[in-house]
């Protein structure tokens, strides 16, 4: 499967991005999906997730009450809105598909990902 990320920007603190991640193949609605972020210097981190049927989400405590992770099935895209964005949220955000299919938990686990976007970069100013 190929993931498409857009959405990136740049954007002042406070302000809110949407990011998208379209997947190539009708399956994608059998799997979950992920966003990651990575700074630079930094290792790539867990961000938010969602299961294949959107019921479950899991998010970063970094996170917490400021993004929401979001899926449309019908459209084969993952989405996931950013507000009240801070100056430590600059990375570049990498959208990902779980390995299991029906996997019915959220996991965070980088290695239970098997296909990545490109990347998008987020850059919030101070």
């Known amino acids: 499967v190929q993931l498409q990320a857009s959405g990136g920007g740049l954007v002042q603190a406070g302000g809110s991005l949407r990011l998208s991640c379209v997947a190539s193949e009708r399956t994608f609605s059998s799997y979950g999906m992920g966003w990651f972020r990575q700074a630079p210097g930094k290792e790539r981190e867990f961000v938010a997730g969602i299961n294949w049927a959107g019921g479950n989400t899991v998010y970063a405590d970094s996170v917490k009450g400021r993004f929401t992770i979001s899926r449309d099935n019908a459209k084969n895209t993952v989405y996931l809105q950013m507000n009240s964005l801070k100056p430590e949220d600059t990375a570049v955000y990498y959208c990902?598909?779980?390995?299991?299919?029906?996997?019915?938990?959220?996991?965070?686990?980088?290695?239970?990902?098997?296909?990545w976007g490109q990347g998008t970069q987020v850059t919030v100013s101070s």
């Open positions: 990902a598909r779980d390995d299991r299919v029906f996997r019915p938990i959220v996991t965070m686990s980088g290695s239970d990902f098997d296909s």
